[in-house]
């Protein structure tokens, strides 16, 4: 018997006729002008495929023939499947691939959570069995049973496969797979916490948003088992239900509580426990208590009015990807107060889908998936794309609850692949050459931020500074932020020690050494800010109050030196911004620079979050000088976007503009550099911040400084660094610090706007990140090369504050904002309804809403 040829071959050998067929030979850099030789030569070295714009074009006409839902969804299937036929067409070029292992290839390793949720993906997409899918499903059979945690995501994605799988009666594995879906559901019956009205994911007044993602969990996982005709334990599911009922208020839904301005606390929870209500809605008849109906139906009485204050507070939250999957699972009647429910849900989806990533990917910079339990961290961002992809495919292929004709389900493979290929052939023609680049795992970040704080570590004196032959002060506060944030506790001996340094030593007057130290006590009292409210105010007022609780509880001696701190910052700013301060005899307001200013922003939001007394004026000079002296820089051309509009009657209306790349300079040269335009990014992202908890931003000033930041994202994209050539990430000339001062300026300017990407999709975090960890020396350090003399380069290790940069960036360790960042320019809703007040306690078991106005 012949072997088994693998599906994606086959595919491949296809989709090739088809394309040779329809655009001619393909043409290879090398092939031009050769004659076929006489004899079998030796393989020839790979080399850079070109591509014909007769084949672009064929593959835009292949993409343009299906509808924008299923182009998505086979574009997203690509990305996550990665076909082994994109070795050879995207060879030389600057890919970032999925980060999982192709799904053709076996591994010993067990499954996790996001290579079962690429699994369920395939399954659910409906795309036609292969070997491929059979080898994944026999893995996913193999695995252990998940641990019970605090998330119940790993139990419904598990189900979501069984059921999915048991659709396909070609995988011969019926048996096996109802053994195991028993298995899950008997432990995910017994797993309560995250649910519960005491769970550890309730403190305080404030709900996790993963509270209510498990309760979408669990009312998935009781009708997946009841799909699968699984006897569940009813009574386990009515608790949750009247938890969740327990958590509603009439005028806001169902927010997280105390960080009521954040879409991750309002926009998410509202969403998970909608669809979690509308899951239970849906369950057959007779399944759970009428009682327990009727408190579901008393609960969603605000659902359109709450979908209504959604859609007017966060008009620019992107909806797509795990949230266009949860979306999905809303109640059909239901949409915004005086919108029709099926033309509101094409427009949402049609939305998702008219902006298709050459890569597949799905790249949002929400927080759904974290909420969803799909992510290790908040912050993990490799995982964050998987899961958004994934959870995409589910949605467009026919939904979280498995019960619709998946989209693909009457499609031949041979079509999907024709038109897979199509995607691989137009993102391989979009990509320039350069080194490829395998996108950087979570493990090897945290391994080389953990072996750069050892070297830290390792180079500390014994009186706990970090000395240098200048500015010891910012080298001892740089180093303890580094280490503060590659998870150092502020109990550890050399956190301590560093700190008493600082507070016996330190002497406050030189502006980048003022902002650090401002910064590193803003790490090391974090916790308290977080207890005090400071990070999750719900209107100025309790922002204030935050303030002046967390005063009480900052030793005196440390609340002394913030104060002296942010005297010599105010009196280093003038009209043209921050000077180096007093020490450096600038403090007359003779002097300012871009450089100066961007750490003048940094420690004015520092000593805010810290409780000091700021002058909100400080923070409107800057953003006002900042976006009236952006530099437009024509050669880099111009970026489109789209903003949205409230008319007269409340609907949203959708606009199309444009804004010219830009940025800044360092003191009014016009020589834009990439330092000076991320810094001017990062201080107009923290102004926009800070004026608008304090009730201070205007439309008008919140769209130009939103414009000004899209522009200068534009502008980044052209001019970052590359792997190898003329702009590789270390240079060869010029100060040693450059390299990790531009990183560290680079990585605020994304984090602080929530910015994965730039341009035209340009991944800044993962170019970095891969250039740092290539570059760490075996110590743990990093190094410079400067030009001893014309012929001659010595490198030298790095100074203590480089190093520290070069973690956080790693670590992606910008300052906290407090409300939602800046995303793209919009014009703002009108004023919000004043908040109710906040629930003595957040959930009341038994399903009575435990707000104010229900007592």
């Not at 924008?68 to 996550?80: C, G």
């Not at 550890?492 to 007057?509: A, F, Q």
């Not at 100060?735 to 602080?752: C, F, Q, W």
């Given at each position: 018997m012949p072997p088994r040829v693998p599906a994606s071959v086959l595919l491949f050998i296809a989709c090739l006729a088809a394309f040779v067929a329809a655009t001619g030979p393909v043409v290879r850099a090398k092939d031009k002008d050769q004659q076929a030789p006489a004899h079998k030569p030796a393989a020839p070295a790979p080399t850079i495929r070109e591509f014909t714009e007769k084949e672009v074009e064929h593959a835009q006409q292949v993409t343009g023939e299906i509808t924008?839902?299923?182009?998505?969804?086979?574009?997203?299937?690509?990305?996550?499947l990665r076909p082994e036929y994109e070795l050879e067409l995207l060879f030389g070029r600057a890919n970032v691939p999925c980060a999982l292992t192709p799904f053709e290839r076996d591994e010993l390793a067990p499954m996790t959570v996001l290579s079962n949720l690429r699994l369920w993906a395939v399954l659910q997409s409906g795309m036609a069995t292969t070997d491929a899918v059979r080898m994944q499903l026999e893995r996913f059979l193999c695995n252990g049973l998940p641990d019970a945690d605090m998330s119940l995501a790993n139990f419904g994605i598990e189900l979501g496969i069984c059921v999915s799988a048991l659709q396909r009666p070609e995988l011969e594995s019926r048996d096996q797979i109802l053994e195991r879906a028993r298995d899950l559901v008997d432990l995910a019956m017994r797993v309560r916490t995250g649910t519960d009205a005491d769970s550890p994911l309730i403190v305080g007044s404030v709900i996790r948003p993963m509270w209510f993602a498990n309760h979408l969990w669990r009312g998935l996982i009781c009708r997946f088992a009841l799909a699968m005709e699984i006897k569940i334990n009813e009574h386990v599911w009515e608790t949750a239900l009247r938890n969740l009922c327990g958590a509603v208020s009439k005028k806001r839904g169902w927010c997280g509580g105390g960080r009521a301005i954040d879409a991750s606390f309002d926009f998410d929870t509202n969403l998970l426990a909608m669809a979690a209500a509308s899951v239970a809605m849906a369950a057959p008849e007779g399944t759970l208590k009428d009682s327990v109906i009727r408190g579901i139906e008393k609960a969603v009485e605000c659902v359109p009015a709450t979908l209504l204050r959604l859609e007017r507070e966060y008009p620019t939250e992107p909806i797509t990807g795990s949230r266009l999957a949860v979306l999905g699972m809303l109640n059909p009647a239901w949409a915004p107060q005086g919108r029709e429910p099926e033309a509101w849900r094409k427009a949402i989806t049609g939305l998702a889908v008219s902006d298709i990533d050459p890569t597949g990917a799905v790249r949002v910079d929400d927080h759904m998936g974290y909420a969803l339990g799909l992510t290790p961290d908040v912050d993990s961002r490799v995982g964050r794309v998987i899961a958004d992809t994934a959870l995409s495919c589910i949605a467009l292929g026919g939904g979280l609850a498995c019960c619709t004709e998946p989209l693909l389900a009457k499609a031949k493979l041979s079509e999907v692949g024709r038109e897979m290929y199509a995607f691989s052939v137009i993102h391989a023609a979009s990509l320039e050459a350069g080194t490829p680049l395998m996108d950087v795992t979570d493990e090897a970040t945290d391994r080389a931020i953990h072996h750069g704080c050892e070297y830290l570590i390792s180079i500390q004196a014994k009186d706990g500074s970090f000395q240098s032959y200048i500015f010891p002060g910012a080298q001892t506060a740089a180093s303890l932020l580094a280490l503060m944030h590659g998870d150092w506790k502020r109990?550890?001996?050399?956190?301590?020690?560093?700190?008493?340094?600082?507070?016996?030593?330190?002497?406050?007057?030189?502006s980048y050494s003022d902002a650090l130290v401002l910064m590193c006590f803003q790490k090391f009292y974090e916790a308290e800010e977080r207890d005090c409210g400071i990070l999750t105010p719900d209107s100025p007022d309790a922002f204030k109050q935050a303030q002046i609780e967390l005063r009480k509880r900052i030793e005196p001696r440390h609340a002394k030196l913030i104060d002296w701190m942010l005297k010599c910052l105010d009196s280093a700013h003038n009209r043209s911004g921050f000077g180096y301060g007093a020490i450096a005899g600038t403090a007359d307001g003779s002097y300012a620079d871009n450089s100066c200013s961007?750490?003048?922003?940094?420690?004015?939001?520092?000593?805010?979050?810290?409780?000091?007394?700021?002058?909100?004026?400080?923070?409107?000079?800057?953003?006002?000088?900042l976006t009236k002296r952006y530099t437009?820089?024509?050669s880099n051309g111009r970026v489109s976007y789209r903003y949205r509009t409230l008319n007269k009657k409340g609907e949203v209306e959708v606009h199309d503009d444009e804004i010219a790349a830009g940025g800044w300079d360092y003191q009014g040269d016009g020589n834009l550099g990439l330092s000076m335009t991320a810094g001017g990014v990062s201080s107009l992202a923290i102004c926009r911040d800070e004026l608008k908890v304090r009730g201070l931003l205007d439309d008008d000033f919140a769209r130009k400084i939103d414009t000004s930041i899209l522009g200068a994202q534009l502008w980044m994209s052209k001019n970052y660094y590359t792997l190898d050539g003329d702009r590789y990430l270390v240079r060869?000339?010029?100060?040693?610090?450059?390299?990790?001062?531009?990183?560290?300026?680079?990585?605020?300017?994304?984090?602080?706007?929530?910015s994965p990407l730039w341009g035209n999709g340009l991944d800044w975090y993962a170019i970095g990140a891969a250039s740092l960890i290539a570059l760490q020396a075996a110590d743990g350090s990093w190094s410079y090369l400067m030009h001893e003399d014309k012929e001659s380069v010595r490198e030298?290790?790095?100074?203590?504050?480089?190093?520290?940069?070069?973690?956080?960036?790693?670590?992606?360790?910008?300052?906290?904002?407090?409300?939602?960042?800046?995303?793209?320019?919009?014009?703002?809703?009108?004023?919000?309804?004043?908040?109710?007040?906040?629930?003595?306690?957040?959930?009341?078991?038994?399903g009575k809403a435990s707000t104010a106005e229900s007592k």
């Open positions: 924008p839902e299923r182009a998505m969804l086979v574009n997203n299937l690509r990305y996550l109990d550890s001996d050399e956190v301590k020690r560093g700190m008493e340094w600082l507070s016996m030593n330190y002497v406050p007057g030189h961007q750490f003048g922003v940094l420690g004015l939001k520092a000593a805010s979050l810290l409780g000091a007394d700021v002058d909100p004026k400080l923070f409107k000079s800057e953003a006002a000088r437009v820089n024509g060869h000339n010029g100060i040693h610090r450059d390299p990790y001062y531009n990183l560290y300026s680079v990585e605020r300017a994304g984090v602080l706007t929530g030298f290790t790095a100074d203590p504050v480089s190093i520290a940069f070069a973690i956080l960036f790693l670590k992606r360790a910008a300052l906290p904002l407090i409300g939602t960042p800046p995303r793209k320019p919009i014009d703002t809703p009108p004023d919000r309804e004043t908040p109710e007040p906040k629930p003595s306690s957040p959930v009341t078991p038994g």
